[in-house]
């Protein structure tokens, strides 16, 4: 599928870094100077682009303004301890972003476009990468139609497109969450695995209803009953409860976060007992009730480990212990955040130098 992998490169004539105050970056605001794109047409992924960042030009009869013909992911690059532009298993990356564009009959994008875009883009913006603690180069790769047609069918042209932003905390502290008993974010047999643009459109009534209550995030349950825990808006949930650390199972109604799948292998090789299973609402509440629940937190590359501080359910709000008390989720964030700074022997061959 892919012609030959030449890139052509327009620099911008001047950079903006020097407009940029690395030591008070928020989430998602700045971008880097250069963007790639690669382009799908006539069946094939055939011109290949790194460019300024800047306005795009679309048909105002886009298949994706319309039908949010749209996937995407979220990935980060680092410094190392060394002061080396590190990524975190960017291959998990591209391989859900194909899981995703399956779903909304977007064509693949072949693993050497993904690593060969990503990596001489942050070749060439590498100075955007923050290398203060809890900062980070946010890396959004995504995928949509081109196509000008308003009538529903599958699209046959296609932008790839890395955009890259200097990132600070998502969370500046531990998270309010609510359960949300009445809408639903995903169903089964639906769209909920892949992170195709609508399913984040679809969540933001009720992710506002929750905020006027005073609650940062929503827990969603299962559409059919709202019986089961299924996760929050941007990351996976996880909770420990009579000391096991305890997640929701992988079902299509649920992200199949990278970051869930890192803390849980980190917990299972530091002898912490896990389970992924089915998680009710009831045991949530009553292990709350009871004092069973001692920790509860968010996972998710944007967020990292974010800690939950309450729980809300129909009116009532649980407490859950201060952050300090959290041994578990404490030692996982720092145990993760070790091996992407290189501080921690990377023994699951997770991180990728850039260079
Ligand atoms: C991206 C995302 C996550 C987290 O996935 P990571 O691979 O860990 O970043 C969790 N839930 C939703 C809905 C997401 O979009």
């Not at 309450?310 to 996982?332: K, M």
Request: with cysteine; hydrophobic share 40%.
């Amino acid at each position: 599928m892919v012609d030959s992998m030449k890139i052509n490169v327009n620099r911008v004539e001047k950079s903006r870094i020097g407009e940029v105050d690395f030591d008070n970056i928020s989430f998602g605001k700045i971008y880097s100077d250069h963007m790639f794109r690669a382009s799908y047409k006539n069946g094939q992924w055939n011109t290949f682009d790194i460019i300024p960042f800047g306005s795009l030009s679309i048909s105002p009869a886009s298949q994706t303004l319309h039908y949010g013909v749209s996937v995407f992911e979220g990935m980060k690059a680092y410094k190392n301890e060394q002061g080396q532009p590190v990524l975190f298993r960017p291959l998990e990356n591209q391989r859900r972003l194909n899981r995703s564009a399956e779903r909304l009959c977007i064509p693949a994008l072949p693993e050497e476009i993904f690593m060969e875009g990503l990596t001489q883009l942050l070749k060439m913006d590498q100075a955007w990468i923050p290398g203060q603690e809890n900062t980070a180069l946010y890396v959004r790769p995504f995928i949509f139609s081109t196509e000008e047609y308003i009538g529903i069918k599958t699209s046959d042209s296609f932008d790839f497109l890395i955009i890259t932003s200097p990132v600070g905390a998502y969370y500046s502290a531990p998270v309010k969450v609510k359960i949300e008993m009445e809408f639903a974010r995903a169903v089964r047999g639906g769209t909920g695995y892949a992170k195709a643009a609508g399913n984040y459109a679809g969540s933001l009534y009720p992710a506002k209803l929750g905020q006027q209550q005073g609650y940062d995030q929503l827990i969603w349950t299962d559409g059919q009953e709202h019986k089961y825990i299924e996760e929050a808006g941007t990351m996976n949930l996880m909770f420990v409860i009579d000391d096991v650390l305890v997640t929701p199972e992988l079902t299509d109604t649920l992200l199949h976060g990278i970051t869930r799948d890192s803390i849980l292998t980190l917990a299972r090789d530091m002898g912490i007992p896990v389970e992924e299973r089915k998680i009710t609402v009831n045991e949530v509440v009553s292990s709350l009730q009871q004092g069973n629940m001692t920790d509860a937190f968010g996972v998710g590359t944007a967020a990292t480990l974010t800690h939950i501080s309450v729980i809300g359910y129909e009116g009532t709000d649980y407490i859950l212990p201060p952050v300090q008390e959290r041994t578990i989720s404490n030692r996982l964030k720092e145990t993760l955040e070790n091996i992407k700074k290189g501080r921690a022997e990377d023994k699951f061959g997770w991180v990728v130098p850039v260079i």
